[in-house]
């Protein structure tokens, strides 16, 4: 008798916290599939990492089904609302939409609605326990990360402003709540129970949603309960383009995933593996890159029921090639580029299960805690969203209503021969595309595991807030050698801390032609893997 034996597969999770990795693995060993333990981890990080998402914000899905093969997205971002338009702003003497407070949360959370769909589609496991884990760590509390902590500290002033934040965050004797220290946060337990009883709607069309509406309006807000009502996330086809082989996977607009495809296509143009990876020539080179695509990025990005984005032009090998051109004969002089500071507050995880599934998936509040802003007794810290969209009437990213706005979020996958080899993604708004590029470089052209690529130097290009112009802001590790030649060729550098968190937290799995998974958690951050 022919010996046939199973094919087993391995099962990985990655997130940026600890107790949520392991609420994924759990799920997994159940009898859950990658879809199951991607909502429960979502739900996990928004009572574990309050300060970086939570049901106030919005959530993008990239996923692969093993039985259809297909590569498929979930839009979770959410809408701005009826009311919001650029004369509402600048009929009062505003340039600029306020980063904080009531006024800022404008846009729909998503997030909730993105659970529930994912599930809806292909979660195996009763919803009810999925949200378990998280109800039974609001409502019991966790001990407060490092990571947490310092962003608590950093946030103080928000925090002790705002009454609902600071009966969390401030102790009885009036000091912040201290790194081990439980946190607990009823408020939100409760709005997660009616969520795990009543689905979607118990957050978008129920009585909840008339009282938090009612008391966004009363706070002076503008989203109303037609706004909840009437969200809708939506399936989308993923962006892709091939690289050396292989095919890379992004969220099509509102996401800015393009920009990191569009990179991608121009470094193809060269061999990189030749050019030293802690060499001042990479980190111009992929500056350079990244001036070129955040140009075109900033040209058209938007909701694209706004406005067509002509994305067949700008993912095409010609059009890159054109963009490389202008690199190199420059070369080795920078390009001149502003850009938008954004928010970079944000938290990344990926799921791949023993049938093969695979979720790579992304959620943000915006700002760190968002607009600082929570509705009634709600225990929802709001999203600031919407403060990125622009009063300025040219702009493809003009707010105006029932608009999604220019969005960070990007989530990713690599494929081999129509099958997911690594899922990867990062905290930092405009440096996502850039860590992503570190990443995928580092495991693609270097030849490295997915732990020895997250653990790179990094860099970031770009304007952080309150700063008047870009800057390449390089961690120490990166040498003073590559400092000093990439200042004398012209860029203005700022060193940062080796391991600094405004390089972003990155996490990813690596699925190798032998079928072995391994994954990395970031340094950087509060995460683990767990896998088998």
């Known amino acids: 008798m022919q010996n046939i034996m199973p094919k087993v597969y391995g099962a990985m999770?990655?997130?940026?916290?600890?107790?949520?990795?392991?609420?994924?693995?759990?799920?997994?060993?159940?009898?859950?599939?990658?879809?199951?333990?991607?909502?429960?981890?979502?739900?996990?990080?928004?009572?574990?990492?309050?300060?970086?998402?939570?049901?106030?914000?919005?959530?993008?899905?990239?996923?692969?089904?093993?039985?259809t093969k297909q590569f498929e997205g979930y839009n979770g971002s959410g809408r701005?609302?009826?009311?919001?338009?650029?004369?509402?702003?600048?009929?009062?003497?505003?340039?600029?939409i306020p980063q904080r407070g009531a006024e800022s949360a404008i846009t729909v959370p998503g997030m909730v609605d993105a659970w529930w769909s994912v599930w809806s589609r292909y979660g195996k496991l009763p919803w009810a326990e999925l949200l378990a884990p998280a109800i039974a760590y609001a409502e019991k509390g966790f001990p407060v990360s490092r990571h947490l902590r310092g962003w608590i500290e950093k946030d103080?002033?928000?925090i002790r402003a705002h009454p609902p934040l600071a009966k969390l965050y401030v102790t009885e004797d009036g000091e912040l709540i201290g790194e081990g220290e439980r946190l607990a946060q009823p408020e939100l337990a409760a709005t997660l129970r009616l969520v795990q009883s009543g689905g979607r709607d118990a957050f978008y069309a129920s009585d909840f949603t008339a009282r938090m509406a009612e008391a966004i309006e009363q706070d002076g807000g503008l989203l109303r309960e037609t706004d909840f009502r009437e969200h809708a996330g939506e399936w989308v086809t993923p962006l892709s383009v091939s690289y050396r082989g292989y095919e890379l996977y992004q969220m099509p607009p509102n996401s800015q995933g393009f920009s990191l495809l569009l990179m991608m296509n121009?470094?193809?143009?060269?061999?990189?593996?030749?050019i030293p990876r802690d060499s001042a020539d990479f980190y111009h080179l992929a500056a350079e890159a990244v001036k070129k695509a955040f140009r075109e990025r900033d040209a058209v990005l938007?909701?694209?029921?706004?406005?067509?984005?002509?994305?067949?032009?700008?993912?095409?090998?010609?059009?890159?090639?054109?963009?490389?051109d202008e690199i190199a004969e420059a070369w080795p002089a920078p390009a001149p580029f502003l850009s938008s500071a954004m928010g970079q507050d944000t938290a990344y995880a990926a799921v791949v299960d023993e049938e093969g599934n695979a979720v790579s998936f992304i959620q943000s509040l915006y700002f760190d805690f968002g607009a600082a802003y929570v509705p009634g007794d709600t225990g929802v810290i709001l999203q600031n969203r919407g403060s990125f969209f622009s009063l300025d009437p040219s702009s493809p990213n003009v707010l105006e209503p029932r608009k999604r706005s220019f969005h960070t979020l990007m989530p990713a996958m690599v494929a081999r021969g129509g099958k997911p080899c690594l899922l990867y993604g990062t905290q930092g708004g405009e440096g996502q595309p850039q860590t992503q590029l570190s990443v995928v470089t580092g495991v693609l052209d270097y030849g490295l595991t997915i732990q020895e690529a997250i653990g790179l130097?990094?860099?970031?290009?770009?304007?952080?807030?309150?700063?008047?112009?870009d800057t390449l802001k390089l961690e120490s590790r990166c040498g003073e050698a590559a400092v000093e030649r990439l200042r004398a060729m012209g860029h203005q550098v700022e060193v940062l801390d080796a391991w600094d968190g405004r390089t972003g937290q990155s996490q990813?799995?690596?699925?190798?032609?032998?079928?072995?998974?391994?994954?990395?958690?970031?340094?950087?951050?509060d995460g683990s893997v767990i896998g088998w």
């Open 13 to 67: 999770v990655a997130t940026p916290h600890y107790l949520a990795s392991s609420v994924g693995a759990a799920v997994l060993r159940q009898g859950g599939n990658a879809f199951d333990a991607a909502v429960a981890i979502s739900a996990a990080l928004a009572v574990v990492y309050p300060h970086m998402t939570g049901l106030g914000g919005d959530a993008f899905f990239l996923s692969y089904h093993a039985d």
């Open 80 to 96: 701005s609302a009826k009311l919001a338009s650029a004369d509402r702003y600048t009929s009062r003497g505003m340039s600029g």
């Open 156 to 158: 103080e002033g928000l």
């Open 266 to 274: 121009m470094l193809e143009n060269t061999e990189l593996a030749r």
């Open 302 to 324: 938007t909701d694209p029921d706004f406005n067509a984005i002509p994305m067949g032009r700008l993912l095409s090998k010609d059009f890159a090639r054109g963009l490389w």
């Open 457 to 469: 130097p990094r860099w970031i290009y770009g304007r952080t807030w309150g700063e008047d112009s």
């Open 508 to 525: 990813g799995i690596a699925i190798g032609e032998d079928g072995v998974i391994s994954g990395a958690a970031d340094p950087r951050s």
